[in-house]
């Protein structure tokens, strides 16, 4: 082949291809958005995905997620809620000819909540684009990057090229909380030579993130009258003390992120986040009960078990709180027991996707840590397959306001379909 002239000209071609097809993507991201795909209910976003798939002659795939199966998986997050009716969603595209190296372009389906929806400027279930952004719960956490990966082939095919080697398109749920959704593809016997997941990372490659624990703690009180509020002990008072006992644990591990490569020049790795607490029966009784649910992270190498005793006995160590009150806690996982990864300097995957990325966007791919949860962890940990955490600019995920960088999800999209081509190979039709 001659050295420059067929590629280049490749390149452009599917360029060209995300390009013409970019308004059409866009019109299927806000589509997709509208789908209100909260934990539970992303069966009408699966569906619109499912027939999305099959309209692109994929061999199909869909099914429940088992609990019990999971379960006996290492690397599962105990749920706490039933998974009737949860679905991920798989469309296989499967070459007449292989000659390349097979890729998972995998994404989730899944949304955090809203929250109070008076404080968005937009509903947050619709997709107006606004200055180049587009707004919406779930726009940039992932949906953007879920339809990038069929918009990437679909460039492909329009170049007049067929990708020579399986592709396997996976939307998936559960990957807001406990992971359980990649990790059930996995186990349904899904993988490949790479993963590619267009989560929201700012134009860059995750090279490290941190493994994510939840967990509640529920502490008892002494209920009494509150005319005799001293003979009683408050429960939610109590919740805030055994929250900064924690708080140490989580001082302890930052403390120690000089031992752990890649997360030495964060500012502060390790995040303990009081997510909800709950407790107390009414204004006028102390209140016997309280509940906190908690989100702790971890560093890569360190298992969840591990991270796990070490909350525990922190736990355990609280005996009294300053009055002398004893304090009594129950803590039990309830989701994400997950552990971080590293993604390998340097490998074939990386540096297909590092030149597919240079065309693009006329610089060098750079790679950082991001200490939260990715679904990469099922894939590196669990099945010796490079994860390339890699997708768009966005702004306010989890927040009031989500929004995704329309012309940055352009050329991620350029990026995969370029990678897809380099990685799998193609024919010419
Ligand atoms: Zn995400």
Same mark, same amino acid.
């Given at each position: 082949m001659n050295a420059h002239q067929t590629p280049t000209h490749q390149t452009q071609t599917i360029c060209d291809a995300v390009d013409a097809a970019f308004d059409a993507q866009l019109a299927f991201t806000a589509e997709l958005v509208?789908?209100?795909?909260?934990?539970?209910?992303?069966?009408?976003?699966?569906?619109?995905?499912?027939?999305?798939?099959?309209?692109?002659?994929?061999?199909?795939?869909?099914?429940e997620l088992d609990a019990v199966q999971l379960s006996e998986h290492i690397g599962y997050g105990p749920t706490t809620v039933s998974y009737e009716?949860?679905?991920?969603?798989?469309?296989?595209?499967?070459?007449?000819?292989?000659?390349?190296?097979?890729?998972?372009?995998?994404?989730?389906?899944?949304?955090?909540?809203?929250?109070?929806?008076e404080s968005w400027s937009h509903s947050p279930w619709d997709a107006p684009i606004i200055d180049g952004w587009m707004y919406g719960r779930g726009s940039g956490d992932m949906k953007?990057?879920?339809?990038?990966?069929?918009?990437?082939?679909?460039?492909?095919?329009?170049?007049?090229?067929?990708?020579?080697?399986?592709?396997?398109?996976?939307?998936?749920?559960?990957?807001e909380c406990t992971g359980n959704g990649s990790l059930s593809a996995l186990q349904r016997g899904y993988t490949a030579d790479a993963v590619l997941i267009p989560e929201p990372e700012e134009d860059m490659l995750v090279r490290a993130n941190t493994?994510?624990?939840?967990?509640?703690?529920?502490?008892?009180?002494?209920?009494?009258?509150?005319?005799?509020?001293?003979?009683?002990?408050?429960?939610?008072?109590?919740?805030?003390?055994?929250?900064?006992?924690?708080?140490r644990v989580e001082e302890r591990w930052n403390s120690q992120k000089n031992e752990h490569q890649y997360f030495q020049n964060l500012d502060h790795p390790i995040n303990f986040n009081l997510g909800t607490i709950r407790g107390g029966d009414w204004p006028s009784s102390v209140p016997a009960?309280?509940?906190?649910?908690?989100r702790a992270s971890l560093y890569?190498?360190?298992?969840?078990?591990?991270?796990?005793?070490?909350?525990?006995? =922190? /736990? !355990?160590?609280?005996?009294?709180?300053?009055? +002398?009150?004893?304090?009594?806690?129950?803590? &039990?996982?309830?989701?994400?027991?997950s552990e971080g990864y590293v993604l390998e300097e340097d490998g074939d995957?990386?540096? =297909? /996707? !590092?030149?597919?990325?240079?065309?693009?966007? +006329?610089?060098?791919?750079?790679?950082?840590? &991001?200490?939260?949860?990715?679904?990469?962890r099922v894939f590196v940990l669990y099945g010796n397959t490079p994860a390339l955490v890699y997708g768009p600019i966005s702004e306010a995920i989890h927040g009031y306001d989500e929004r995704v960088d329309?012309?940055?999800?352009?050329?991620?999209?350029?990026s995969i379909a370029l990678f897809i081509a380099s990685w799998c190979g193609t024919v010419t039709e």
């Open positions: 509208r789908h209100p795909s909260l934990r539970t209910q992303e069966g009408s976003a699966q569906d619109l995905l499912y027939t999305a798939m099959q309209q692109r002659g994929f061999e199909m795939d869909r099914w009716g949860m679905t991920n969603v798989v469309g296989a595209y499967r070459p007449a000819i292989q000659i390349g190296r097979s890729l998972i372009l995998n994404g989730h389906v899944d949304v955090v909540p809203e929250g109070p929806e953007a990057g879920l339809v990038a990966n069929l918009f990437a082939f679909d460039a492909v095919r329009a170049a007049g090229l067929l990708p020579a080697a399986p592709i396997f398109f996976q939307s998936v749920v559960e990957e493994g994510v624990i939840w967990f509640t703690v529920r502490v008892a009180g002494q209920p009494t009258h509150p005319r005799e509020m001293k003979s009683g002990f408050n429960a939610i008072d109590a919740a805030y003390f055994v929250m900064n006992k924690l708080r009960w309280c509940e906190i649910e908690v890569p190498g360190v298992t969840a078990e591990a991270a796990w005793s070490e909350i525990c006995e =922190a /736990l !355990a160590a609280i005996d009294q709180d300053p009055a +002398g009150n004893t304090i009594h806690t129950t803590a &039990t996982r309830t989701g994400f027991f995957a990386e540096r =297909a /996707l !590092a030149k597919a990325h240079e065309n693009v966007f +006329g610089s060098p791919l750079k790679s950082f840590t &991001t200490p939260g949860y990715l679904d990469g329309i012309e940055s999800v352009r050329r991620i999209t350029k």
